[in-house]
Nanobody
């Protein structure tokens, strides 16, 4: 089991950058693949990015080339670096942890979720 806490959200203008952090409790962080999802008001939660324990990464087409997912196992932290932000990136961003090696683009792969952090991008 792992507990996740996101931070780093905020209000920015289009073209700005933000870095989200997801800190895990305990010593279990290096046992999980990590993912980022987002949910805008009135819309379903959607996949953003994921990183396996091996370092292999996955990105949604909408963020590819702009966002970078990474992890620092010494700090029990996963990151989402978001550059060239657009208004359509506005959402609550959730960190998630998966103990399996399945389809990390689907939220069903993740039994553990953080509480979310708001990202708002103005035009």
């Amino acid at each position: 089991q792992v507990q996740l806490v996101e931070s780093g959200g905020g209000l920015v203008q289009a073209g700005d950058s933000l870095r989200l952090s997801c800190t895990a409790s305990g010593r279990a962080f290096n046992n999980y693949h990590m993912g980022w999802f987002r949910q805008a008001p009135g819309k379903e939660r959607e996949f953003v990015a994921a990183i396996r324990l091996s370092g292999i990464t996955y990105y949604a087409d909408s963020v590819k080339g702009r966002f970078t997912i990474s992890r620092d196992n010494t700090k029990n932290t996963a990151y989402l670096q978001m550059n060239s932000l657009k208004p359509e990136d506005t959402a609550v961003y959730y960190c998630a942890a998966a103990p399996w090696s399945g389809a990390l683009r689907t939220d069903s792969a993740y039994p553990y979720w953080g509480q979310g952090t708001q990202v708002t991008v103005s035009s």
